[in-house]
């Protein structure tokens, strides 16, 4: 992905120089763990869909993000492995251990 910043100063003859609002803080994403909230995640099963909840952002200055994606990782004894068996509505384990989904997001000011 490529970003690009520009600063626009001057619109149909309207100045738009001097004070501008700096947001260098991240946005907030808020996983949608439904009836397991603050209660242990159900157990996965090798080779059966296991559900990734769903996500929303929130920028304390810009309000609504970019919609939230997430990465999938197996992490076995040899550190984090990147799982690529993903489906619409979850991800499908390949074998035992601990998988870890990774949320992201960023505001339009690119945090």
């Given at each position: 992905m490529t970003n690009a910043n520009l600063m626009v100063l001057n619109v149909?003859?309207?100045?738009?120089?001097?004070?501008?609002?700096?947001?260098?803080?991240?946005?907030?994403i808020s996983v949608n763990s439904g009836e397991y909230l603050g209660r242990e995640l159900p157990k996965g099963v090798v080779n059966v869909e296991y559900p990734i909840f769903g996500a929303t952002t929130y920028d304390l200055v810009c309000g609504k993000c970019v919609e939230p994606s997430f990465v999938v990782y197996y992490n076995g004894a040899n550190g984090k492995e990147r799982c690529?068996?993903?489906?619409?509505?979850?991800?499908?384990?390949?074998?035992v251990g601990q998988y870890i989904v990774e949320?992201?997001?960023?505001?339009?000011?690119?945090?």
């Open positions: 149909d003859g309207q100045d738009l120089s001097g004070e501008f609002t700096k947001d260098l803080t991240a946005p907030n690529f068996d993903i489906t619409e509505k979850g991800f499908i384990p390949s074998k949320y992201s997001s960023f505001d339009y000011f690119g945090n």
